[in-house]
């Protein structure tokens, strides 16, 4: 996915920068949203976070120095976590909305943790709005940054 989109980036697909920016956060998001909602507490969600902040900095034009708090901020688009957390939380609306499907009650009514290692879907239900968590982050993001200095 890499390879293709540094291909799209360099020849611009014969287009302006704006349309291979399009087609370079199609690609990539779409591919890292696929089924996020199973695999958004795994261990390995940092392997496809720099997938996503590569194409960022290909969609803003930034350099790997740029710090990854300006990524989301230069290439307006939600940062990867919270786009997860937003995935997860319209297939729980969908889940719960539908009383006929078979997974409504392993949501609803919600089974015992035994392994204190898994982050299990049902942990975390409650619904977010990703432009006030967005907001919320980045304004901690400042005051360390401030505090640091």
């Known amino acids: 996915m890499a390879d293709l989109v540094d291909e ?3 020849f611009h697909l014969g287009c302006q920068h704006q349309y291979s920016a399009v087609i370079c956060s199609g690609l990539c ?3 890292a949203e696929y089924c996020a909602p199973v695999w958004s507490h795994s261990a390995h969600t940092s392997q496809v976070d720099v997938q996503l902040n590569s194409t ?13 708090p300006w990524l989301p901020v ?11 957390k ?9 889940i719960v909305k539908h009383d006929s499907w ?11 943790l035994r392994l204190t290692s898994r982050k299990p ?3 975390d239900l409650q619904p977010v709005d990703i432009k006030i968590r967005w907001r919320h982050n980045w ?10 200095m």
């Open 86 to 94: 937003a995935a997860t939380d319209k297939l729980v609306e969908k």
């Open 56 to 68: 960022m900095r290909l969609i803003s034009g930034t350099l790997r120095s740029t710090p990854l």
């Open 29 to 31: 998001y779409s591919a």
């Open 8 to 10: 799209a980036s360099r």
């Open 102 to 112: 078979p997974i409504q009650p392993d949501i609803l009514s919600l089974p015992l």
């Open 139 to 148: 304004k901690c993001n400042l005051c360390q940054k401030n505090a640091q």
């Open 121 to 123: 879907l049902w942990l």
């Open 74 to 84: 230069l290439s307006n688009t939600e940062p990867p976590d919270l786009q997860r």
